[in-house]
């Protein structure tokens, strides 16, 4: 089986049981909340801390092209999505059963104006200079081959542009470390190397004219801007 193959077997298994996957997301459920705290050392407020920072280059009334990718079951952002009725929104995941329920959510509350497409981050389907915003949420640490990642994340970003989002860093929080290490890597959820914060920090900012980057526990968050 290919690297690519595991990790969407594994998220098969977690798009057919998104109750329990969104839940720990949201810090909604009991057993959400358990892994949070358990493996993640993170509370409501933390929880909360980091999705604020993660979506905070999407201003509230954009209305140009953003790129999200990986959607996965879109718990974290179709809420968001339908406080933004002007913007063209484009979804892309690998795995066709987590984007099932982000297009399920998407039709279940009426948001017109995001399209879905599958795909590989490592060779995305679009023209460079495609977005105003591209938006990553816990995706990198999961992704096979990073650097393709961050090159065509960074390719289709229009000149002047938003890279923003977040993913596990490595050396946040020694108990994350220890889950991901002896589960969550070994189950094909996550795929090393990983980044660690100064590493992530000195990346962004040698591709970027300006990036910010900040960690909550295990968790680093940044915003970039495109040079013009
Ligand atoms: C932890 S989930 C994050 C999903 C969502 N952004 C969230 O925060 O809930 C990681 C996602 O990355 C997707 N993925 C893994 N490798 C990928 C690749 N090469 N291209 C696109 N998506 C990929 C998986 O299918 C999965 O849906």
């Known amino acids: 089986m290919?690297?690519?193959?595991?990790?969407?077997?594994?998220?098969?298994?977690?798009?057919?049981?998104?109750?329990?996957?969104?839940?720990?997301?949201?810090?909604?459920?009991?057993?959400?909340?358990?892994?949070?705290?358990?493996?993640?050392?993170?509370?409501?407020?933390?929880n909360l801390r980091y999705l604020e920072r993660a979506l905070s280059g999407v201003p509230e009334d954009f209305s140009g092209r953003l790129l999200e990718v990986p959607v996965g079951t879109g718990v974290l952002?179709?809420?968001?999505?339908?406080?933004?009725?002007?913007?063209?929104?484009?979804?892309?995941?690998?795995?066709?059963?987590?984007?099932?329920?982000?297009?399920?959510?998407?039709?279940?509350?009426?948001?017109?104006?995001?399209?879905?497409?599958?795909?590989?981050?490592?060779?995305?389907?679009?023209?460079?200079?495609?977005?105003?915003?591209?938006?990553?949420?816990?995706?990198?640490?999961?992704f096979p081959d990073k650097e393709a990642a961050y090159r065509e994340t960074y390719r289709v970003l229009k000149p002047g542009g938003t890279f923003c989002g977040c993913f596990y860093i490595r050396g946040g929080c020694a108990r994350t470390d220890w889950f991901i290490r002896h589960l969550y890597q070994p189950k094909g959820f996550f795929t090393p190397p990983y980044e660690t914060e100064e590493s992530l920090r000195a990346r962004l900012k040698g591709m970027y004219a300006e990036a910010e980057v900040t960690r909550v526990e295990g968790i680093g968050c940044f915003r970039c801007g495109k040079g013009l």
């Open 77 to 142: 952002t179709m809420p968001v999505y339908r406080e933004l009725p002007d913007a063209d929104i484009t979804c892309l995941d690998y795995s066709p059963d987590m984007m099932g329920k982000a297009k399920e959510r998407a039709e279940a509350v009426g948001i017109g104006n995001v399209r879905f497409v599958q795909g590989d981050v490592g060779a995305l389907p679009f023209p460079d200079g495609s977005f105003d915003i591209v938006l990553s949420l816990n995706g990198f640490h999961a």
């Open 2 to 46: 290919t690297k690519k193959d595991q990790i969407r077997s594994a998220y098969r298994l977690t798009g057919g049981h998104a109750g329990f996957y969104d839940g720990m997301m949201t810090y909604s459920t009991l057993p959400g909340k358990a892994v949070c705290r358990i493996v993640w050392n993170m509370d409501g407020e933390k």
